[in-house]
């Protein structure tokens, strides 16, 4: 039984930082790609960030770039968004994912492996 599980979402005001985490268990990661999405009411599901399974490659949507990082530890199975100067728009429920394949790859295969999701909330 794979499992991918979120935490650490919640309500910020505008400007401030959240850190999103994302365990994963019941199967061996080894050589997959794990990255972020999100999905705002009435939207679809959009790519956020990915990163390799060795961690040395990094992709990233334009609309959070240089505001996201994306970062993984291996020995955890865990990877982690760290999201700062948060804005409205970046209100959302935010799903972790798997893939064998490259960041890059993630923002445009669906992923193979999905979390339930963590919401995000944004105040203005």
């Known amino acids: 039984q794979v499992q991918l599980v979120e935490s650490g979402g919640g309500l910020v005001q505008a400007g401030g930082s959240l850190r999103l985490s994302c365990a994963a268990s019941?199967?061996?990661?080894?050589?997959?790609?794990m990255g972020w999405f999100r999905q705002a009411p009435g939207k679809e599901r959009e790519f956020v960030a990915a990163?390799?399974?060795?961690?040395?490659?990094?992709y990233y949507a334009d609309s959070v770039k240089g505001r996201f990082t994306i970062s993984r530890d291996n020995a955890k199975n865990t990877v982690y968004l760290q999201m700062n100067r948060l804005k409205p728009e970046d209100t959302a429920v935010y799903y972790c994912a798997a893939d064998r394949s490259t960041a890059q790859g993630m923002s445009i295969n669906r992923p193979d492996y999905w979390g339930q999701g963590t919401q995000v909330t944004v105040s203005s």
């Open positions: 990163i390799s399974w060795l961690g040395r490659s990094t």
């Open positions: 019941g199967r061996t990661f080894t050589g997959y790609a």
